[in-house]
C-alpha cells in the first residue's frame, strides 16, 4: 500500500492542526438528505464533518423499494468514507437488513474492505424505530467506527 505525505498547508494534515483539534479522533455524522422522485428514483446524501468545517459528502442513487432505499443510504455513507480517506480505503457493501430482534427493529450492514488496512469484514447495527433508512447510515458509521479511528490516528 502506498503511502501519502500530506502537504503542511492540506487543512486534514496533523502538523497543521491544534492539540485540541488532534484530540478528535471520530468524523461527525452532520447531515442526511433522501429524496424520492415519482418515477420512482431515489438519491441519498451524507455529510460529514472532520474539523474547523471540513465536510466530505457521499452520494448514491438508484431504484427506489424499502430495501433498495436502505442499500443507497449505506452506499452513500460508504462514498463519504472513501472521500475522506482520499481513496486510501474503499468499501464494499456486502447487504444491508431491516429485522426484528429483541422487541425492536434494527438496521444491520455487512461491509468488505476492499482497499485499506483492518479487519477484511465489518458488520455494524443500529435501532431503526423512527427512520430505517437514516438507520443504515449510521449502522455503516457503527460498522468502520474502530478502523476509521486506526485510520485517523496513523496518518
Do not use: H
Amino acid at each position: 500500500m502506498a503511502s501519502v505525505t500530506p502537504s503542511p498547508n492540506d487543512p486534514l494534515s496533523p502538523s497543521a492542526l491544534s492539540p485540541l483539534q488532534l484530540k478528535r479522533e471520530r468524523l461527525r455524522f452532520t447531515n442526511f438528505r433522501f429524496v424520492r422522485t415519482p418515477s420512482g428514483l431515489c438519491t441519498a446524501e451524507v455529510e460529514l464533518e472532520w474539523l474547523d468545517g471540513v465536510t466530505v459528502v457521499g452520494k448514491a442513487s438508484g431504484q427506489s423499494s424499502p430495501m433498495g432505499d436502505l442499500r443507497i443510504a449505506a452506499e452513500a455513507a460508504l462514498r463519504a468514507l472513501e472521500s475522506f480517506s482520499g481513496g486510501a480505503i474503499e468499501f464494499e457493501l456486502a447487504g444491508v437488513k431491516a429485522l426484528r430482534a429483541f422487541d425492536a427493529n434494527i438496521v444491520i450492514v455487512a461491509l468488505g474492505l476492499r482497499k485499506g488496512e483492518g479487519p477484511q469484514r465489518l458488520l455494524g447495527s443500529y435501532l431503526a424505530e423512527r427512520d430505517p433508512v437514516r438507520a443504515a447510515v449510521i449502522s455503516v458509521l457503527n460498522a468502520t467506527n474502530r478502523l476509521l479511528g486506526n485510520f485517523i490516528a496513523t496518518r
